[in-house]
T-cell receptor
Framework: NAGVTQTPKFRILKIGQSMTLQCTQDMNHNYMYWYRQDPGMGLKLIYYSVGAGITDKGEVPNGYNVSRSTTEDFPLRLELAAPSQTSVYFC????????????FGSGTRLTVV | GDSVTQMEGPVTLSEEACLTINCTYTATGYPSLFWYVQYPGEGLQLLLKATKADDKGSNKGFEATYRKETTSFHLEKGSVQVSDSAVYFCALSDPIGKLIFGQGTELSVKP
């Protein structure tokens, strides 16, 4: 049972480039989330989804886009990368929402130069 | 809006020392409360949770009690080990079911 799988683990982007961070879960979870983690700042929610075809903005959505065409996949798209998007990105999933606890992926460390 | 405040780190302890990491929250309603742990290079893992006032969550020797009167959920362990070195996050569930995290507290346990 793989849980939540994120790819890539590391990436360096140049300013203005685009990329997609991949996230896949094999637990048939309805809810999926994207967070960014900055030093000393905890985790901030970027986008979330409560099921296939449904997405919504979190606390810090600017500069990002998501889609949820299947239950398993929840990719995060960065358009026109900026240095402020240098961060560690975590994808998470849960079955019913928060009370079950989230399952997190191992993260993607992104540097924009 | 809802928020979580944790004591600042890093916290450095000797093995077998007692641990307390303070966590207080501000929330509308009665959220569920969580502690997550992040080991170096890994994602977050659920450590324990409490879903209503006076509940005590416990796991791996850690425990925390949901105190509504003081809006607190402090993490405690009686005797820490080197393997407990990690970053600990307190979190609450907001009214529409998303987690709001504190800033994290780094714990370093020395032999």
């Amino acid at each position: 049972n793989a849980g939540v799988t994120q790819t890539p683990k590391f990436r360096i982007l140049k300013i203005g480039q685009s990329m997609t961070l991949q996230c896949t879960q094999d637990m048939n979870h309805n809810y999926m989330y994207w967070y960014r983690q900055d030093p000393g700042m905890g985790l901030k929610l970027i986008y979330y989804s409560v099921g296939a075809g449904i997405t919504d903005k979190g606390e810090v959505p600017n500069g990002y886009n998501v889609s949820r065409s299947t239950t398993e996949d929840f990719p995060l798209r960065l358009e026109l990368a900026a240095p402020s998007q240098t961060s560690v990105y975590f994808c998470a999933s849960s079955y019913h929402g928060t009370d079950d606890g989230y399952t997190f992926g191992s993260g993607t460390r992104l540097t924009v130069v | 809006g809802d928020s979580v405040t944790q004591m600042e780190g890093p916290v450095t302890l000797s093995e077998e020392a007692c641990l307390t990491i303070n966590c207080t929250y501000t929330a509308t309603g009665y959220p569920s409360l969580f502690w997550y742990v992040q080991y170096p290079g890994e994602g977050l893992q659920l450590l324990l949770k409490a879903t209503k006032a006076d509940d005590k969550g416990s796991n791996k020797g850690f425990e925390a009690t949901y105190r509504k009167e003081t809006t607190s959920f402090h993490l405690e362990k009686g005797s820490v080990q080197v393997s407990d070195s990690a970053v600990y996050f307190c979190a609450l569930s907001d009214p529409i079911g998303k987690l709001i995290f504190g800033q994290g507290t780094e714990l370093s346990v020395k032999p």
